[in-house]
Each structure stands twice: as structure tokens, then as C-alpha cells.
């Protein structure tokens, strides 16, 4: 694995020069924590002897590459979240990449028209609900949410999150700015407390009694039911796929881009085609409770036990250019406060 130490070691000794390819090896900055990628970079090494070298990222991807510039060792960028992805291809930290592969494994809808990122699962944007307190479709579409009627009964995280800001410009791009911030208003006013925690957290909170629905994506599900701990928040509540009015259910992905500097770009590609392959596909899948993405694959037996949906066929990239003006409504209705 390469470290923060080693790439600064790489940048003091290559001044201006860029760090050199090495032919069996890829290199990957990554927003996930590596245990939930070695299944996937296991078998990549197993099929092709490419070594993957996984730096794990908190937060400031962007800033590290602009750091280092044509010097940096990262092949791949792998983030959640269509807001990061784009916010790496705006920064013109990434290229373009064409592969006929890529073409047959991506629906439109889940790549960036130019090439510049690729999806490799989708996660639903969906509501918990208390099985005790919440009739079955008593909640159907993501407008509902601002209704009245759940005053005081929902629970979320931050409105600010890159998860909630997607789903606010899907709002956005299906009803425009003003319906927009009406909604957020609406939902605002239902909060049963100030929005606090992540996806998990809000769960807990409807097992405890201090709501009735929230807001959390579906992968979530099986993480908790996999924790001894969170077994009994999970088992209080099912899950609702909401759709938009005339449109579907609000998806977000995990995707992946070759970066600009790219020392080891075929192998880089390699990996790209592999990750988005249906054998690649279905291990992502399992392992992380997420939708594949490639034609003939299908999600692991308990996520399919969640029940069916139709997504929402929406650019992500129509989305991402919204999330400036989400973030703003959102300040501007003071969700968080």
C-alpha cells in the first residue's frame, strides 16, 4: 500500500517530473475504506497480477490532487456521491476515457457524457418507516414528505450532507427553484428535532420513539443487520421507495475516474472495465448492499427482499450542476437550524 509518506518521498525526489508508471501496479484514492473495496481489488489482482495500492481519503481528495499536480501517483479516484464526483471533474483533475467496454456495461445514465467519470453501483435515496406507527404506502412519493401531516414525525441528518443536497437538486430539476424551497420548507417544518447523525442514527431514532419516518439510503439496511447492536433499530422499521411525482426513485452512485495525471493509465483502464464488469458488479453488490449496474446482473437475495423500484432516469450530471443552487435553498430555509 503507499502512503502519505511515500508520495511525499516520490514529490521531493521527481521535482517536476512525473511520478513513473509501474507496470504491474494501480493506484487508487479512494473515499471508501478499504476492507469494503479488497473484495473487489482481490479478485482484480487474482484475474490480471496488477497489484491495487489503496489510499484511503476522509475528506480533501480535491485538495491532495491539486497538490500534487502531474506528480501525483493516484491512476483512479473512487468516491460515493455524484457531488464528488463531479467536484473532482470540475477541478480538471480528470481525463476522459473512451472504452467500448465502459459503453456496454454503463447505462447513460449513470456515466458523465464526456467520459470523465463512470458508475459502478447505485444506492436509493429511501424512507425508513416505523412498522408500528406508519401504515403500509401510507408515504408514496417524496413530495408527501412536506405534508402536515408527519409534523413533528420525521428525522434526518444534515440538509447540508452531499446525500440530502442530491436529493434536493433531483427537487429542483423535477419542480424547479421555487417549488423547491416550499418543499424544503415543508420538510423542514415536520422535523421531530434539529437534523443531527448519519442514515443509522435516524433509524435508531424511529426505534426510540422520537420519530416515525426518515430519510437514508437503502445499503444502510444491511449494514445495520449486520451489527448485533443495530439488528433491533433495523427490524423496527421497513423500507418505502418513494418516487417523485411523474418520475421515479431518487438514486445516487458510487462511481470511479481516471485521473489527469494518471502514471499507470493502461492499467488504470484495466481496472476501470474490470470494476464495471458484471462478475465485479455483483461482488460490489454483495458485499456493500448496493444496486449493480451492468446489464444481466442483479442485486445480492436480502437487498432484493426489500422490495422493487423504478429509478429515476435523470442524468446525475443534470444533478450535480443543481447542487450549488440545492445548498443554497437549503441555507436560505436555515434547514439545520
Same mark, same amino acid.
Given at each position: 500500500m503507499f502512503t502519505p509518506f511515500r508520495t511525499a518521498a516520490i514529490v521531493a525526489l521527481m521535482g517536476s517530473v512525473a511520478a513513473p508508471a509501474?507496470?504491474?501496479?494501480?493506484?487508487?484514492?479512494?473515499?471508501?475504506?478499504?476492507?469494503?473495496?479488497?473484495?473487489?481489488?482481490d479478485a482484480f489482482t487474482a484475474e490480471t497480477g496488477i497489484k491495487v495500492n489503496v489510499a484511503h481519503l476522509d475528506k480533501?481528495?480535491?485538495?491532495?490532487?491539486?497538490?500534487?499536480?502531474?506528480?501525483?501517483?493516484a491512476d483512479l479516484v473512487f468516491t460515493v456521491d455524484i457531488s464528488r464526483l463531479a467536484a473532482v471533474v470540475e477541478a480538471?483533475?480528470?481525463?476522459?476515457?473512451?472504452?467500448?467496454?465502459?459503453?456496454?456495461n454503463v447505462p447513460d445514465a449513470y456515466h458523465d457524457p464526456d467520459g470523465h467519470w463512470w458508475g459502478l453501483t447505485t444506492r436509493a435515496r429511501v424512507i425508513y418507516a416505523s412498522k408500528d406507527r406508519v401504515a403500509e404506502d401510507e408515504i408514496t412519493t417524496y413530495e408527501d414528505l412536506a405534508d402536515p401531516k408527519w409534523e413533528g414525525r420525521?428525522?434526518?441528518?444534515?440538509?447540508?450532507?452531499?446525500?440530502?443536497?442530491a436529493l434536493a437538486s433531483a427537487v429542483i430539476h423535477h419542480h424547479g427553484e421555487e417549488a423547491a424551497r416550499e418543499w424544503l420548507e415543508g420538510v423542514?417544518?415536520?422535523?421531530?428535532?434539529?437534523?443531527?447523525?448519519?442514515?443509522?442514527?435516524?433509524?435508531?431514532a424511529i426505534w426510540a420513539g422520537e420519530c416515525d419516518i426518515s430519510l437514508g439510503n437503502t445499503y444502510y439496511m444491511g449494514k445495520m443487520l449486520e451489527d448485533e447492536e443495530q439488528q433491533e433499530w433495523a427490524n423496527s422499521v421497513r423500507i418505502a421507495f418513494p418516487t417523485f411525482e411523474n418520475a421515479g426513485t431518487h438514486v445516487n452512485i458510487s462511481g470511479v475516474a481516471m485521473t489527469k495525471a494518471a502514471p499507470n493509465r493502461d492499467n488504470a483502464l484495466k481496472m476501470m472495465e474490470f470494476?464495471?464488469? =458484471?462478475? &465485479?458488479?455483483?461482488?460490489? $453488490? @454483495?458485499?456493500?448492499?448496493?444496486? =449493480?449496474? &451492468?446489464?444481466?446482473?442483479? $442485486? @445480492?437475495?436480502?437487498?432484493?427482499?426489500w422490495g422493487t423500484?423504478?429509478?429515476?432516469?435523470?442524468?446525475?450530471?443534470?444533478?450535480?450542476?443543481?447542487?450549488?443552487?440545492?445548498?443554497k435553498l437549503i441555507e436560505t430555509v436555515d434547514f439545520d437550524g
Open positions: 509501474i507496470a504491474d501496479e494501480v493506484n487508487l484514492y479512494s473515499y471508501r475504506q478499504p476492507e469494503l473495496l479488497k473484495p473487489l481489488t480533501g481528495m480535491v485538495e491532495r490532487l491539486q497538490a500534487e499536480g502531474d506528480r501525483s501517483p480538471g483533475l480528470t481525463q476522459p476515457v473512451e472504452s467500448e467496454t465502459l459503453r456496454a420525521i428525522c434526518t441528518r444534515s440538509g447540508t450532507h452531499p446525500y440530502n443536497v423542514k417544518s415536520n422535523l421531530a428535532r434539529k437534523p443531527q447523525g448519519n442514515d443509522r442514527a435516524q433509524v435508531k470494476l464495471t464488469s =458484471p462478475k &465485479a458488479q455483483e461482488i460490489y $453488490a @454483495e458485499a456493500n448492499y448496493e444496486y =449493480p449496474i &451492468a446489464p444481466g446482473t442483479e $442485486a @445480492e437475495e436480502l437487498v432484493k427482499g423500484f423504478t429509478a429515476d432516469d435523470t442524468n446525475l450530471m443534470d444533478l450535480a450542476a443543481l447542487r450549488s443552487d440545492a445548498l
